[in-house]
């Protein structure tokens, strides 16, 4: 009997539409108004997943994170007392975004439009690496971001399909070490649902 309670709940979710969504993937991700780390980078990920307590409407949970990487040529730095050095260096920011989503989709076909909003926390870590040495700084801040998307569920019967979106997103973190007053981003998404 709990057998056919089960298929019977899975058909009624096939036929209105998936109760539930998990998606993970690529992020690629770039910085807006931000002179540390200027490069767009796809070196990210993403995770979310969320239920549908209207047919419309799921709230859920998201993590991700990015890295953008900046090389800064050869060049002589003076410090303060009279000291000097000459050398390339790289800037990294690494970002880690997790919280909370609430999803609203627009069809809930085999394409399914949606726009989502997130909310949560940010964790960044700043790098400026030099040859032999690095300089480092982290912070927590505030995070939220929207998004819009579509996923695509080509096969009958199955919850495999594909993500695509694009979002942007603003955090409160701040290092007055590397003058970071804030972090914008924006990117896009690609990924599998299930």
């Given at each position: 009997m709990m057998i056919v309670a089960i298929l019977a709940t899975i058909n009624v979710d096939a036929q209105v539409g998936r109760r539930y969504y998990i998606?993970?993937?690529?992020?690629?991700?770039?910085?807006?108004?931000?002179?540390?780390?200027?490069?767009?980078?796809?070196?990210?990920?993403?995770?979310?997943g969320g239920y549908?307590?209207?047919?419309?409407?799921?709230?859920?949970?998201?993590v991700s994170y990015n890295t953008n990487n900046e090389?800064?040529?050869?060049?002589?730095?003076?410090?303060?007392?009279?000291t000097s050095i000459t050398t390339d260096m790289y800037h990294s920011l690494y970002q880690v975004p997790f919280g909370a989503t609430l999803r609203y989709r627009l069809l809930w076909k085999k394409v399914q439009p949606y726009a989502e909003a997130?909310?949560?926390?940010?964790?960044?870590?700043?790098?400026?690496?030099?040859?032999?040495?690095?300089?480092q700084d982290h912070q927590w801040g505030f995070y939220v971001s929207p998004e819009i998307g579509v996923t695509l569920h080509p096969f009958n019967k199955s919850n495999l399909g594909l993500q695509i979106s694009a979002y942007y997103s603003y955090a409160t973190n701040r290092s007055g070490y590397f003058g970071i007053d804030g972090?914008?981003?924006?990117?896009?998404?690609?990924?599998l649902s299930f």
């Open positions: 998606d993970a993937g690529w992020q690629f991700n770039g910085t807006l108004s931000n002179s540390f780390a200027k490069n767009a980078s796809g070196w990210g990920a993403y995770a979310e549908y307590f209207l047919p419309r409407v799921a709230a859920g949970v998201f090389y800064i040529p050869k060049a002589t730095y003076t410090a303060g007392d009279n997130k909310i949560g926390a940010n964790y960044a870590r700043e790098y400026q690496l030099y040859s032999i040495t690095g300089v972090l914008n981003n924006a990117g896009f998404k690609l990924g």
